[in-house]
């Protein structure tokens, strides 16, 4: 049973990512169906099933998370197409990026 939810999990995942790029889909789609049968044969008690559903399982967050298609506009600029499930972070890390983290902070050398 959880198998189909992996699979179908992914599939939704596909096509909420490249809704709308037909090529990307059907590509996402072929890969993710031959990797299913690949290990359709396996007992339930393979050892090696929980590890690829899970593997599928964080794919399929990061395809809703992650990607994020451009789409080229007339005057050569890309839109975007951010959806509900697009990780938006706040920058934080972005902000202290060429900064001390440690500032104020004695080391251990100058105690």
Do not use: W
């Not at 049973?1 to 096509?15: D, K």
């Not at 967050?61 to 600029?77: H, P, W, Y």
Request: glycine share 4%; hydrophobic share 35%.
């Amino acid at each position: 049973m959880a198998a189909i939810q992996s699979y179908r999990n992914l599939l939704r995942a596909a096509r909420i990512a490249f809704e709308g790029d037909t090529r990307m889909l059907t590509g996402a789609r072929e890969s993710i169906r031959n990797a299913f049968r690949d290990k359709a044969t396996l007992p339930p008690s393979d050892p090696s099933i929980e590890p690829a559903l899970k593997h599928a399982d964080e794919v399929a967050a990061f395809l809703k998370a992650n990607v994020v298609q451009g789409i080229k506009q007339e005057d050569n600029t890309y839109k975007l197409r951010i959806h509900e499930h697009t990780e938006r972070g706040d920058n934080e890390s972005i902000k202290f990026a060429n900064k001390n983290p440690r500032v104020g902070v004695k080391c251990c050398s100058e105690i």
